[in-house]
């Protein structure tokens, strides 16, 4: 493979944005309607372009392109090592654009440049390796039935998988839908976000580049009513993986009754991240303070609940509060920047209206509050102290910079109070006793429970949800079933 390693762009300016268009059967198409939409950069508000705005008839092109390459073409019946090296040769791909990959993330969603650079492209590359690692050790098993018969099963591709990716990780959660799926023989029609379409598509030229077959991969970018709703609803189409809201989530539930669709989806959280007086505090400190502000506060697994034992409450809230002062927004492409804008005015008036109802619903803003300057979607890393559980913002999702600090005295209350919530992504403890951390790993209903970390990620530990957060894991071994059926076949003897 060849180090040459794409230029790293210093400014928004510097970044090359190449496709805007479906890219369908391996060609890059306008969209049937002639239909495109503009993509903002919410550092600064302006358009970085015009996107090809596909709507029913482009995903039924796409689906069709699919499914061709599913039922016609070699994709799930070549070598599975084959499939494998493909696989590799993307990572090795993305590695190489890692800058150019960075910058356009950065561009399109807001995430500081440094952490586009040291989390997302990593994590993305990580996730596509680990799976083409997996493409050749997917197989059934043999089982001993009653009679003389062999007995075994197989384990096969599902068929054509719809893949809706939401816009705070676009790369990533493209990396985690696609691994799993082509590793098994999936063929893919994905719907970025309408906010974020950017990184996808050059993901798409990238596959081409290193050898996927036309109609392997294809992508219809557009609006989720429209666009995704068609996925959804589309009968050439086997399964959906989403991630995004729950309430989407409802919705494509109901819109895939007709065709009863495979569905895995990873949702929302309102995760609690609890404190005990014995932790070690500057690291629970610092614990909450990436567990919540981390991607601007726009992760499904934010530490929002913050849980404190009230011994150790003051010395928690005031150094915490130190450290967040410190936090500096602002230009994403800037070297010291550690917190960019939300990534559109949506989000942005969402977060605002939640600040406004926690001052309004009495409790104490400690730092924060406000918007940052007056371009782009900027907002000061917030916390509320003194909330309590029933206040809006200790039970809604913000997907914002904006964290509630609850104290607690007695650990049988806490974890009544942790569960009370229709979500179940993860949760975090900090503490020095091993079996008070045990104790709360089983007790609290969540997909991840992490003891004093928080957001550690590895393409090998599956991730879902309990509850309202979703039903199916990503990553791991898990995350691969998914994306296949098993077969019993019966030979007599
Ligand atoms: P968010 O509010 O964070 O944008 P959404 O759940 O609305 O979360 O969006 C996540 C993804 O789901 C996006 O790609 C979006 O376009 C898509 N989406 C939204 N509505 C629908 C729908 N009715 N059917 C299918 N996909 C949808």
Same mark, same amino acid.
């Not at 590799?88 to 993330?105: G, N, V």
């Not at 996730?127 to 098993?141: Q, V």
């Not at 075994?152 to 493209?174: C, H, K, S």
């Not at 893919?188 to 309408?194: F, G, I």
């Given at each position: 493979m060849s180090t040459t390693l794409s230029p790293?762009?210093?400014?928004?300016?510097?970044?090359?944005?190449?496709?805007?268009?479906?890219?369908?059967?391996?060609? =890059?198409?306008?969209?049937?309607?002639?239909?495109?939409?503009?993509?903002?950069?919410?550092?600064?508000?302006?358009?970085?372009?015009? %996107?090809?705005?596909?709507?029913?008839? +482009?995903?039924?092109?796409? #689906?069709?392109?699919?499914?061709? *390459?599913?039922?016609?073409?070699? =994709?799930?019946?070549? +070598?599975?090592?084959?499939?494998?090296?493909?696989?590799?040769?993307?990572?090795?791909?993305?590695?190489?654009? /890692?800058?150019?990959?960075?910058?356009?993330?950065?561009?399109?969603?807001?995430?500081?440049?440094?952490?586009?650079?040291?989390?997302?492209?990593?994590?993305?590359? +990580?996730? /596509?390796?680990?799976?083409?690692?997996?493409?050749?050790?997917?197989?059934?098993?043999? /089982?001993?039935?009653?009679?003389?018969?062999?007995?075994?099963?197989?384990?096969?591709? %599902?068929?054509? #998988?719809?893949?809706? %990716?939401?816009?705070?990780?676009?790369?990533?959660?493209?990396?985690?839908?696609?691994?799993?799926?082509?590793?098994?023989?999936?063929?893919?029609?994905?719907?970025?976000?309408?906010?974020?379409?950017?990184?996808?598509?050059?993901?798409?030229?990238?596959?081409?580049?290193?050898?996927?077959?036309?109609?392997?991969?294809? /992508?219809?970018?557009?609006?989720?009513?429209? *666009?995704?709703?068609?996925?959804?609803?589309?009968?050439?189409?086997?399964k959906i993986a989403f991630t995004g809201e729950h309430r989407t989530a409802q919705i494509i539930t109901r819109d895939s009754a007709e065709t009863l669709k495979r569905l895995t989806f990873e949702l929302g959280g309102k995760s609690p991240n609890v404190v005990f007086a014995d932790a070690d505090m500057d690291a629970a400190v610092e614990g909450a303070y990436i567990g919540l502000f981390l991607n601007q506060g726009q992760c499904c697994c934010a530490g929002s609940r913050v849980f404190v034992e009230k011994s150790c409450h003051d010395e928690f809230v005031e150094k915490l509060t130190a450290l967040t002062m410190k936090r500096k927004v602002g230009d994403p492409f800037a070297e010291d920047t550690q917190q960019g804008p939300q990534v559109d005015k949506a989000q942005f008036d969402k977060i605002m209206s939640y600040i406004d109802k926690g001052k309004g619903e009495g409790a104490e803003c400690v730092t924060g509050g406000d918007r940052v300057g007056d371009t782009g979607y900027f907002i000061a890393p917030t916390i509320f102290d003194n909330v309590q559980d029933d206040m809006s913002i200790a039970t809604d999702e913000i997907f914002g910079p904006v964290m509630s600090v609850l104290t607690f005295d007695d650990k049988e209350d806490m974890i009544r109070r942790a569960n009370n919530t229709f979500y179940g992504l993860a949760a975090a403890v900090w503490t020095r006793d091993i079996s008070n951390a045990h104790d709360f790993a089983a007790r609290v209903r969540a997909g991840t429970i992490w003891v004093n970390c928080y957001d550690v990620f590895d393409a090998a530990a599956p991730f879902g949800g309990f509850k309202m957060s979703g039903y199916g894991r990503e990553l791991g071994e898990e995350g691969l079933k998914p994306y296949t059926e098993s077969k019993t076949v019966t030979v007599k003897l």
């Open positions: 790293a762009p210093k400014s928004a300016n510097e970044v090359d944005v190449k496709h805007t268009e479906c890219f369908i059967d391996g060609k =890059w198409v306008p969209a049937a309607s002639g239909k495109t939409f503009a993509t903002l950069n919410p550092a600064t508000e302006q358009e970085i372009a015009q %996107i090809a705005e596909g709507d029913a008839a +482009d995903v039924d092109a796409a #689906a069709k392109a699919a499914r061709h *390459a599913f039922d016609a073409g070699d =994709w799930p019946k070549m +070598d599975a090592r084959d499939r494998g090296r493909l696989l590799y040769k993307l990572a090795d791909r993305m590695e190489q654009e /890692i800058h150019a990959l960075a910058a356009l993330e950065t561009l399109d969603n807001g995430k500081p440049l440094n952490d586009s650079l040291a989390a997302d492209l990593p994590l993305a590359i +990580d996730a /596509i390796r680990y799976y083409a690692g997996y493409a050749d050790k997917l197989h059934g098993s043999t /089982i001993p039935i009653r009679g003389n018969y062999l007995c075994y099963t197989r384990r096969e591709p %599902i068929g054509v #998988a719809g893949q809706i %990716i939401p816009w705070n990780f676009p790369l990533l959660m493209l990396a985690w839908k696609w691994g799993p799926a082509l590793a098994a023989g999936c063929t893919v029609v994905m719907k970025p976000a309408e906010q974020t379409p950017l990184t996808c598509l050059r993901m798409a030229q990238l596959a081409k580049e290193v050898g996927f077959p036309d109609g392997v991969i294809n /992508i219809v970018p557009g609006f989720g009513p429209t *666009a995704g709703a068609a996925c959804v609803k589309h009968p050439l189409i086997d």
